[in-house]
T-cell receptor, first 115, second 113 residues
Framework: DQQVKQNSPSLSVQEGRISILNCDYTNSMFDYFLWYKKYPAEGPTFLISISSIKDKNEDGRFTVFLNKSAKHLSLHIVPSQPGDSAVYFCAASGSPYGANSKLTFGKGITLSVRP | DGGITQSPKYLFRKEGQNVTLSCEQNLNHDAMYWYRQDPGQGLRLIYYSQIVNDFQKGDIAEGYSVSREKKESFPLTVTSAQKNPTAFYLC????????????FGNGTRLTVT
């Protein structure tokens, strides 16, 4: 039973346009959400996080939106750059708050940004 | 430069042999983790350690063992009891166990034939 779903395995976007990566979750106890980015042959790197008490968190070109009622979060990248091409993992954590030992990862979305 | 070092990058073993994957961090992080990634799958937690000399099973601990004798080191042994050991293994650390992003190493790809 997948508790964190990234239903689209891939996304292709033109450079300069917006990339929207979606993530759905089923466990209403999740209260802390993160996005990680992974290049081939490297480990994931932390991108941005959001607490369930917020509905938006922004860091430069990256914004994460959280819709708790829909159990849905999305990562917006504006403007998209070729260097953003990578696999993006959505992750969610429940009690205790933000416990890394309770992180559930999605399968990842491969983003390709075309020059 | 602080970071997490996993070695080796590629590892090949014969079925029935135990193999130990190395993970060292110089970030002074308290917590360390081992994840496994299979094709088309999310990361799954094998073991984690919140403090030296203490570790806990994750979601898929069967066939694996760990030790945490030093803050900097968290080696993972894949035993012959692990039924599907071929995978990409990622080690991670975090400043604290909660509300603290994971820092990952570059992984070890283990192939068992």
């Amino acid at each position: 039973d997948q508790q964190v779903k990234q239903n689209s395995p891939s996304l292709s976007v033109q450079e300069g346009r917006i990339s929207i990566l979606n993530c759905d979750y089923t466990n209403s106890m999740f209260d802390y959400f993160l996005w990680y980015k992974k290049y081939p042959a490297e480990g994931p790197t932390f991108l941005i996080s959001i607490s369930s008490i917020k509905d938006k968190n922004e860091d430069g070109r990256f914004t994460v939106f959280l819709n708790k009622s829909a159990k849905h979060l999305s990562l917006h990248i504006v403007p998209s750059q070729p260097g953003d091409s990578a696999v993006y993992f959505c992750a969610a954590s429940g009690s205790p708050y933000g416990a890394n030992s309770k992180l559930t990862f999605g399968k990842g979305i491969t983003l390709s940004v075309r020059p | 430069d602080g970071g997490i070092t996993q070695s080796p990058k590629y590892l090949f073993r014969k079925e029935g042999q135990n193999v130990t994957l190395s993970c060292e961090q110089n970030l002074n992080h308290d917590a360390m983790y081992w994840y496994r990634q299979d094709p088309g799958q999310g990361l799954r937690l094998i073991y984690y350690s919140q403090i030296v000399n203490d570790f806990q099973k994750g979601d898929i601990a069967e066939g694996y063992s760990v030790s945490r004798e030093k803050k900097e080191s968290f080696p993972l042994t894949v035993t012959s009891a692990q039924k599907n050991p071929t995978a990409f293994y990622l080690c991670a650390s975090s400043i604290r166990a909660n509300d603290s992003p994971l820092h990952f190493g570059n992984g070890t790809r283990l192939t068992v034939t």
